[in-house]
């Protein structure tokens, strides 16, 4: 079972880089790694994805090392909107999802 | 990119009764759908999955009869909530994934409340 782990909660101030970092221990050669974020009421919004290495876009930049059994997302510069929850689901042809990182952003 | 919208985005129904709840695929073919419930403060838990035109497989300890699928297009997708209780209100959230295999795309989501 492609189960992960990561942190229940952060908190974090306005303009910090936060890093949120998901134990893959179980993730197969194939698998890609996707994180995502949910806001209340609504459904999780993809951010970024990867297989190895560094991966950066507009939002959020995903390092991978060379193992595979981590993965952390990285946010800059954090804003009151980031407040969410944060997800790295692991996937056996469907997406399981776990615990979530619960991140606070304070002013 | 890729749009997946649910009907309704709320609804209450009285305890007894039945509910659809819709999920569609706007720009793209799903081959398979995911349904996922989550309650208050917790995770999405998978429910089931459907392929088009084949039963749904549905997860450990997730009721058949009580929570029917029906995958009969490419872009829709329906959950039947049977006999609803109060114990059924949650957050049911579908996703779709395409013909190229591997990312989901998630839906809105759909507030169950029954009274």
């Known amino acids: 079972l492609a189960k992960t782990t990561q942190p229940i909660s952060m908190d974090s101030y306005e303009g910090q880089e936060v890093n949120i970092t998901c134990s893959h221990n179980?993730?197969?050669?194939?698998?890609?790694i996707t994180w995502y974020q949910q806001f209340p009421s609504q459904g999780p919004r993809f951010i970024i994805q990867g297989y190895k290495t560094k991966v950066t876009n507009e939002v959020a930049s995903l390092f991978i090392p060379a193992d595979r059994k981590s993965s952390t997302l990285s946010l800059p510069r954090v804003s009151l909107s980031d407040t969410a929850v944060y997800y790295c689901p692991g996937y056996t042809d469907k997406l399981i999802f776990g615990t979530g990182t619960r991140l606070q952003v304070f002013p | 990119g890729a749009v997946v919208s649910q009907h309704p985005s709320w609804v209450i129904c009285k305890s007894g009764t039945s509910v659809k709840i819709e999920c569609r695929s706007l720009?793209?073919?799903?081959?398979?759908m995911f349904w996922y419930r989550q309650f208050p403060k917790q995770s999405l838990m998978l429910m089931a999955t459907s392929n088009e035109g084949s039963k749904a497989t549905y997860e450990q300890g997730v009721e058949k009869d009580k929570f029917l699928i029906n995958h009969a297009s490419l872009t829709l997708s329906t959950l039947t909530v049977t006999s609803a209780h109060p114990e059924d209100s949650s957050f049911y959230i579908c996703?779709?994934?395409?013909?190229?295999?591997?990312?989901?795309?998630f839906g809105p989501g759909t507030r169950l409340t029954v009274t």
């Open positions: 179980n993730i197969a050669t194939n698998d890609y």
């Open positions: 720009d793209f073919q799903a081959t398979t």
């Open positions: 996703s779709a994934r395409g013909v190229d295999g591997y990312e989901q795309y």
